[in-house]
């Protein structure tokens, strides 16, 4: 009996295809790697010796190393475990953000930023979505998989019903801002690691200073908790007014509410999104 070749077998390509869409490119290596000190060695500007790289961003076949043998000796470790933030990242990515005087510019920035290890395995750098000069800006965790592809935040399922909530306190993309904490979709829709969120954290908080909104709402825990500091959860935190505070000192309302995401797995909490809208409604209403 003659048995098919490996890549004619039933299942492989969509198996393939799964790995490829969960951000897998590489099977297991003889020898551990460490590829967090892979990014922290990176020179600015250079792109880190990451496998997990994006499609069209890979090494042709036969470049890519196949085994330990081939590959040269593993830098040597950073002092920080990777479980902690790289201080000298997020330092950079401060300073970069800092330096950033109009949205455009903040957008260029990020783009040009090779110290957190998701961009190496998105497709895309999602910036934003909507009007920057809107009074009311929005605040979602990461990027999904549209998201991803068309480089626009909540595109998908729950945008949606993002777009559905907007409309029923009058609002649309014209009239909105819409951004999120994390710019590049983490593999396979994993939550982003506090490593990865604490990177990124001062291009958000960036972003939030040049928008100036009169009006911030943070959508779904992972927003609020980093935009107002807190370790509070979101089934308390949400339905009351609290204050982001940018660096340079101003102070901004902020609602935070329930992510779109969790009200399609939860309509039965679709009320209590419905009134944390309309007290941002009523508050655009009174600093209007
Ligand atoms: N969920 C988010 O938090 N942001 C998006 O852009 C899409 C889904």
């Known amino acids: 009996m003659t048995s098919s070749p490996i890549h004619e077998q039933p299942g492989l390509r969509e198996l393939l295809a799964f790995y490829s869409e969960a951000g897998v490119y590489e099977a297991l290596v003889e020898e551990p790697v460490d590829r967090f000190s892979e990014i922290a060695q990176a020179a600015p500007g250079q792109e880190p010796r990451m496998s997990a790289a994006p499609e069209n961003r890979r090494p042709a076949a036969a470049d890519r190393p196949r085994a330990a043998a081939q590959r040269p000796a593993p830098p040597p470790a950073p002092a920080a475990s990777a479980a902690v933030p790289d201080e000298a990242q997020v330092a950079l990515a401060r300073e970069l953000a800092a330096r950033a005087s109009t949205l455009d510019e ?16 998105a497709k895309n750098l999602v910036f934003a979505d909507g009007n920057p000069n809107s009074a009311v800006m929005l605040v979602g965790e990461a990027p999904g998989r549209d998201e991803d592809i068309e480089g ?13 909530m907007l409309a029923a306190i009058g609002l649309d993309r014209n009239s909105a801002y819409i951004a999120n904490v994390i710019p590049w979709r983490p593999p396979g829709n994993r939550t982003p690691t506090p490593h990865e969120t ?13 928008v100036n909104p009169k009006v911030l709402v943070t ?12 370790t509070e959860g979101i089934l308390r935190l949400r339905g009351n007014w609290r204050t982001h505070q940018t660096r340079s000192g101003t102070s901004i309302p902020t609602m935070p509410t329930l992510h779109p995401a969790y009200l399609l ?8 999104a419905w009134r944390d809208f309309l007290e941002v409604k009523a508050k655009l209403k009174e600093l209007s």
């Open 265 to 272: 797995r939860n309509p039965a909490h679709k009320k209590l």
């Open 198 to 210: 604490e990177i990124c954290r001062p291009f958000i908080e960036r972003q939030i200073e040049l």
């Open 106 to 121: 903040l957008r260029e920035q990020m783009a040009a930023f090779d110290g957190c290890n998701l961009k190496f395995t």
């Open 152 to 164: 626009l935040p909540f595109v998908g399922r729950s945008g949606r019903l993002l777009d559905r």
């Open 219 to 230: 959508l779904g825990g992972p927003s609020a908790k980093l935009l107002l500091n807190t």
